[in-house]
């Protein structure tokens, strides 16, 4: 079963370090995400990719953040100056074509700010 | 805007015995999607089913089974023969299916299950 694979799976980092989290999307997919999840809390939508560039964006994805795909594999989340609620659990997620009904997530990674 | 919501924090079910997990939303939207995940202690989120808005007969995969009354907006996951191994947390979601709109998923609050032997 093809896995959508995310990097690190734990990162501690100092408030207001850069961070840079991971993904390897299923090959042959199309469409990418990035979901967080604060703990005990519901997962929330950042943002989503398709052909290169930014499709939709929620309020939660403002200027500290950015997605990049450098290197048609990789889909990178970076967060420039974390915060203290920036510490969630960070999900990628990947879907073949834009009405796919199976979106396959990442195992997620755990950011904690201190 | 969508918004999903699901009113069991947590629940109980005696293993072998089937399970109402409730799902309601609310949406303007014509098109879409209904889904639930299930999130095991481990923390991955594991796609069970789904139901088109337009799909006429509910959905199942196995012993998961999709309870989908339109005109209540609800979607209640029925899980039957509760496993022990069915413990976890899980999420109903739902997204816009029109052509020109984002296809990112919005997500309930979740329902923590917790099956006994």
């Known amino acids: 079963e093809p896995e959508v694979t995310q990097t690190p799976s734990h990162q501690v980092t100092q408030m207001g370090q850069e961070v840079i989290l991971r993904c390897v999307p299923i090959?042959?997919?199309?469409?990418f995400y990035w979901y967080r999840q604060i703990l005990g809390q519901k997962v929330e939508f950042l943002v989503s990719?398709?052909?290169?560039?930014?499709?939709?964006k929620s309020e939660i994805f403002d200027d500290q953040f950015s997605v990049e795909r450098p290197d048609g594999s990789n889909f990178t989340l970076k967060i420039r100056s974390t915060k203290l609620e920036d510490s969630a659990m960070y999900f990628c997620a990947s879907i073949r074509t834009r009405d796919s009904n199976g979106y396959t997530f990442g195992s997620g990674t755990r950011l904690t700010v201190v | 805007a969508q918004k999903i919501t699901q009113t069991q924090p947590g629940m109980f079910v005696q293993e072998k015995e089937a399970v109402t997990l409730d799902c309601t939303y609310d949406?303007?939207?014509?098109?879409?999607?209904l889904f639930w995940y299930k999130q095991p202690s481990s923390g991955e989120m594991i796609f069970l089913i789904y139901q088109g808005s337009y799909d006429e007969q509910n959905a199942t995969e196995g012993r998961y089974s999709l309870n989908f009354q339109k005109a209540r907006k609800s979607a209640n996951l029925v899980i039957s023969a509760s496993q022990l191994g069915d413990s976890a947390m899980y999420f109903c979601?739902?997204?816009?299916?029109?052509?020109?709109?984002?296809?990112?998923?919005?997500f309930g609050g979740g329902t923590r299950l917790m099956v006994k032997p």
């Open positions: 949406t303007s939207d014509q098109s879409y999607g």
């Open positions: 979601a739902m997204r816009d299916e029109l052509y020109n709109a984002g296809n990112m998923l919005t």
């Open positions: 990719f398709y052909n290169n560039e930014i499709s939709e």
């Open positions: 090959s042959n997919h199309l469409y």
